[in-house]
């Protein structure tokens, strides 16, 4: 390209003197049509979100003129929804204290303990997990963990259905979610930090715990949200295991419909549309995408702040 | 391949008459009783012999530099002398590192408590992502240091890198608001709160400014009085700035593999190997014809 060089470019437009490098913008139409495809791309995930919303809030308003908004958020009665938040949460929870500890304790052997060989044959098959469909995982919460584990192994009184075996199950089904994003957020500490650590007599635990896992913590709650996210929206496990029955406690040897397993049911094909079933399940699918956003959001306020300390 | 060994380019022991000077110092041609000592160190990486046979004795109170070319192996050397080696899982370390006579690759020897007695500062500035003062109270802390009061502590490390005045009043502010030679000098903050005696310093003034490296090189002379400082270098004004003794490494390739594996080629006070130098080798870095 000789029009880089100043000293031997001739003015490509023949007016400037000899040898004035020609610095005009070029007009560059396919990265142009690069960039349009790019945003397309990004704005096209924000228009699908905003387009299910609207879809949710017309069905939602003309819930509304048939029910009233104490007897949606009343704790008992046909259209009451309390008792399958309470569901919903308390499935979560125990999903949470099994995934969360056996996560990032996955995570931090991956990332920290673990030669490159294990770490290389260990990580796919954690991430395996993520791989079986959650109809299995609920058959297997229905058949194997209700009768084997908790009623014969750890003699526990729960009934054939019950939230505790649903939200093992379901903390299972999310540990490949926290462990490999964690993991992704652990190694990608500089390794400048893990030797300044190391230089100042620090051991290994003290050194993950104390330098790496603090300055990963905004992937590390990342992955905590995102697996929080998925055990909140999962549906096939929590309708086989946790149960079809609306029940409000916190019983966790009981079962309780969730959130998922009411709007899975219902929309079983036999309410017709405009009845008051049918836009119940919308008024359901719109608290569930609020509590979710909801959660997101404190879980993003609170990592924010305390980043901010440092 | 035995006439290039560094042994037979030792400065003989001085007799009394014989002593040098360097700067205002008046040093012994070798140092006495060194705080540490590499006898016949050989490094491997794999297959890939890094370093051949250093002997080296490291003074007490001295500023000792290792300077030479890319890949002759001073850097090895130095990641020896406090066990930073481990970290690298195909390192095989052969020969002695010795300190106070204790040789540290011993089976017996924890290199966490070898750590805690040879700190060690860095190439690039390395504070944690946490405040300044919990950078500086993190070694105490973690090796269990008995601290009366951590806020003194905090102040006289901070004071000790010359760095106190400048950050006084954000102690409780990140580390990364620092500049990089403020991250620089609180990396050595850190590293002398927990009461080393010996600093190992691994290029540490490569990425920083003039003046920047000009303070810490100011801060390198302050600190001779209390500690042993081994510092490795590419710049060869600072090591005639500031150091004592210096050490020069070459690097020679392997005949049949063509592997580069560092040697020590002279060691001496820096007066001398700067101004009159035993080997060609050294003469022709120093004066900028190689390397």
């Known amino acids: 390209m000789s029009t880089i060089d100043g000293t031997t470019a001739g003015p490509s437009s023949g007016t400037g003197p000899r040898g004035v490098p020609n610095l005009k913008g070029r007009s560059r139409p396919a990265e142009r049509v690069i960039v349009a495809g790019l945003i397309a791309s990004a ?51 125990i999903a949470l204290l099994v995934a969360v500890p056996i996560g990032l304790g996955a995570a931090m052997y991956l990332s920290e303990y673990a030669s ?82 190391y230089a100042m007599g620090a051991n290994r635990m003290q050194t993950t715990l104390r330098v790496v896992l603090p300055a990963a913590i905004s992937g590390v709650a990342a992955a905590i949200v995102l697996g929080m996210s998925r055990a909140i929206g999962e549906t ?19 079962g309780a419909q969730t959130m998922t397993g009411f709007i899975a049911q219902t929309a079983g094909g036999e309410n017709p549309v405009g009845s008051v079933e049918y836009n119940m399940l919308f008024a359901v699918g719109l608290l569930l995408f609020v509590i979710t956003l909801v959660i997101n959001l404190i879980s993003i306020t609170l990592v924010r702040r305390y980043r901010q300390e440092y | 391949m035995a006439s290039a060994t560094s042994a037979d380019t030792f400065p003989q022991m001085g007799s009394l008459g014989d002593v040098h000077m360097s700067g205002e110092r008046r040093l012994p041609a070798s140092p006495v009783n060194p705080v540490m000592e590499t006898r016949d160190l050989n490094v491997f990486y794999g297959d890939f012999h890094a370093v051949h046979d250093v002997n080296l004795s490291y ?3 001295e500023i000792t530099a290792m300077i030479g070319p890319s890949g002759c192996g001073k850097s090895t050397v130095l990641r020896c002398l406090n066990r930073m080696n481990d970290l690298v899982a195909s390192a095989r370390v052969e020969g002695e590192v010795l300190y106070h006579g204790q040789d540290v690759y011993e089976k017996s020897v924890d290199p966490i408590a070898v750590r805690t007695h040879i700190g060690m ?51 409780k502010q990140s580390a990364y608001g620092l500049s990089g030679g403020q991250q620089q000098r609180l990396c050595i903050a850190r590293t002398i709160a927990t009461r080393p005696d010996v600093i190992l310093m691994d290029e540490p003034c490569s990425a920083l400014d003039p003046i920047a490296t000009a303070r810490v090189e100011d801060l390198m002379l302050e600190l001779r009085n209390e500690y042993t400082i081994i510092v490795v270098t590419h710049n060869m004004q600072q090591a005639a700035r500031v150091s004592d003794r210096t050490a020069f490494f070459t690097a020679r390739p392997d005949e049949t593999t063509g592997n580069r594996t560092g040697l020590l080629v002279e060691y001496d006070l820096t007066s001398t190997i700067f101004s009159n130098p035993n080997d060609k080798r050294t003469e022709d870095y120093i004066s900028g014809r190689f390397g």
Do not use: C
């Open chain 1, 43 to 93: 704005g096209l995930s924000v228009v699908i979100t905003i387009a299910i919303l609207v879809a949710l809030v017309e069905p939602v308003i003309e819930f509304f003129r048939q029910v009233s908004v104490s007897e949606f958020f009343a704790t008992e009665g046909r259209f009451a929804v309390i008792p399958l938040v309470t569901g919903t949460l308390t499935v979560t929870l």
């Open chain 1, 116 to 197: 490159k060989r294990t770490r290389k044959v260990l990580k796919p098959t954690v991430e395996l997990l993520a791989g079986i469909p959650s109809v299995v995982y609920g058959f297997f919460a229905l058949f194997f963990v209700t009768p084997r584990l908790l009623q014969d192994l750890l003699n526990m009184q729960v009934n054939f259905t019950n939230l505790l075996s649903a939200g093992l199950i379901l903390g299972v089904m999310i540990i490949p979610t926290i462990a490999s994003l964690a993991e992704d957020a652990l190694t990608a500490v500089p390794q400048a930090l893990r030797q300044g650590s």
């Open chain 1, 236 to 254: 096939m496990i929590v309708a086989l295991a946790a149960g079809a029955q609306k029940n409000m406690t916190l019983d966790i040897r009981e």
């Open chain 2, 59 to 61: 003074g007490r109170h």
């Open chain 2, 121 to 171: 500062v860095f190439q690039k500035p390395n504070p944690f992502p946490k405040s300044i003062y919990d950078n500086i109270a993190y070694g105490p802390r973690v090796t269990g240091m008995k601290v009366d009061n951590m806020d003194d502590l905090v102040e006289e490390a901070l004071r000790g890198a010359a760095l106190w005045d400048e950050v006084k009043d954000k102690l």
